[in-house]
């Protein structure tokens, strides 16, 4: 079982940063892919960006490619989502999900999701 608790979410402009995080636990939670999903009202969750588990190969939707990067610090158990010049189609509840599945961008290919964080950016 793994346990996963987002934080940093908030309301910026755009053009503004801000940084994700999410912490982990769990016996074998720096084993598993990470990957963080948004979804913003009205629509499907969608997937952002992965990396797996020892942090040396990540991926991203086209939409973020070159504006976020994706990290993991697997001593700290924490997994993080650095987004530079939001957009206000950025806006949505941000989560972080871990998986079994190598590069994989499909929601029902993540085992663990948690509470997720609002991210709102205003134009």
């Known amino acids: 079982q793994v346990q996963l608790v987002e934080s940093g979410g908030g309301l910026v402009q755009a053009g503004g940063s801000l940084r994700l995080s999410c912490a982990a636990s769990?016996?074998?939670?720096?084993?598993?892919?990470m990957g963080w999903f948004r979804q913003a009202p009205g629509k499907e969750r969608e997937f952002v960006a992965g990396?797996?588990?020892?942090?040396?190969?990540?991926y991203y939707a086209d939409s973020v490619k070159g504006r976020f990067t994706i990290s993991r610090d697997n001593a700290k158990n924490t997994l993080y989502l650095q987004m530079n010049n939001l957009k206000p189609e950025d806006t949505a509840v941000y989560y972080c999900a871990a998986s079994r599945w190598l590069g994989s961008r499909l929601v029902q290919e993540y085992n663990y999701w948690g509470q997720g964080t609002q991210v709102t950016v205003s134009s």
């Open positions: 990396i797996n588990w020892s942090g040396g190969s990540t």
């Open positions: 769990g016996r074998t939670s720096s084993s598993y892919a």
